[in-house]
């Protein structure tokens, strides 16, 4: 089961960013309110509590994003989670975990039936985390940046007692511009470097990315966290790459300068987060492994998944951070 061709020889990789941009938001005066941050370029539609499914594979990091934003901010009771294997072939992601293939609650063998239930011609990738209605197995939104945001803005009624502010309002500007360089050096830099179509490409996106990486180093040896003190999501952000970094990116998308257990900072951040309640319960080598070096047929051909590293590592104790 594959994925199809990732590589278009001769050329760089550009990640299609053309998500469905509807956005689930808080109701006031009966209606669901324009969010105070970002685009509204799509529907808007209410908060309510089982209501909605978060689809999320915990193979993908942009799914696994949402899963621990789920998860930190306590809403499990709120917002129903789905979880699809960790492979896929051309059509879609699968509920081949689930008893009978099916997602127990919303009926599908594959979410491609909730994308094309709301919209019938839909010929783009069937990606996730997707929020589907529970009632009528419509995708809601696949926009994963704002999915996670407007869980920390829009659901604030629901989080639990003593959730964290994953977006306080006096560090907004600085997340946003971490944010940015996180994802387009890191978080997609790494598929620039396994997807390049060319030495050039590669050579290019490699060297921008160890720029980062080495940028990150140096910021997280007098902090924390990213912001300092203070967990945000721009440290979920940054660490479902760095999960992912050593068991997949270093070898299969040849990010291989060094390994992120050879960076003492973010190893010590990485590992700092993974023991963090929300994190590491999320993460499952294994469903990476398999997900990266099976789907990626045109990158590994053979199909064979790594036996290592030994994810025990991430459970060694953690000293000497600030």
């Known amino acids: ?121 839909y010929s783009k990738g069937i990606t996730v985390p997707a929020m589907v209605e529970e009632s009528t197995g419509l995708l809601v939104t696949n926009d994963f940046p704002w999915i996670t945001h407007d869980l920390c803005h829009e659901w604030g009624e629901f989080h639990r007692d003593g959730a964290p502010d994953l977006w306080p309002a006096d560090l907004r500007e600085e997340m946003d511009e971490v944010n940015k360089r996180v994802f387009t050096e890191v978080n997609n830099g790494v598929y620039r470097c396994g997807f390049a179509g060319s030495q050039e490409a590669y050579d290019a996106a490699y060297e921008r990315l160890w720029t980062a990486m080495d940028w990150l180093e140096e910021r997280l040896a007098t902090r924390r966290y990213l912001m300092g003190d203070r967990l945000t999501e721009s440290d979920v952000r940054l660490f479902t790459t760095l999960a992912r970094f050593d068991a997949v990116y270093h070898g299969h998308f040849k990010c291989n300068r060094q390994k992120l257990t050879e960076l003492p900072n973010l190893w010590g951040y990485a590992r700092d987060l993974y023991q963090t309640p929300g994190f590491g319960e999320t993460i499952d080598f294994d469903q990476i492994k398999k997900h990266y070096y099976v789907v990626h047929a045109d990158i590994n051909p053979s199909g064979i998944v790594p036996n290592g590293p030994d994810p025990a590592v991430w459970d060694e104790p953690v000293t000497g951070r600030p």
């Not at 960013?17 to 938001?25: C, E, G, H």
């Not at 499990?76 to 789905?82: A, C, P, R, T």
């Not at 699809?84 to 063998?109: I, K, N």
């Open 1 to 121: 089961m594959t994925g199809g061709k990732y590589v278009e020889q001769g050329k760089a990789f550009e990640r299609d960013m053309d998500y469905v941009p509807d956005r689930i938001t808080k109701v006031v005066d009966g209606s669901p309110r324009r969010p105070e941050h970002g685009p509204v370029n799509g529907e808007l539609w209410p908060v309510e509590p089982g209501r909605y499914r978060l689809v999320a594979a915990k193979a993908c990091p942009w799914a696994n994003r949402a899963i621990i934003v789920r998860n930190l901010l306590g809403l499990e009771d709120v917002i129903s989670l789905g979880l699809p294997g960790p492979t896929h072939d051309e059509r879609s992601w699968t509920f081949d975990l689930d008893p009978d293939g099916r997602d127990p609650v919303l009926g599908m063998e594959r979410l491609q039936e909730a994308y094309l239930r709301r919209f019938l011609d």
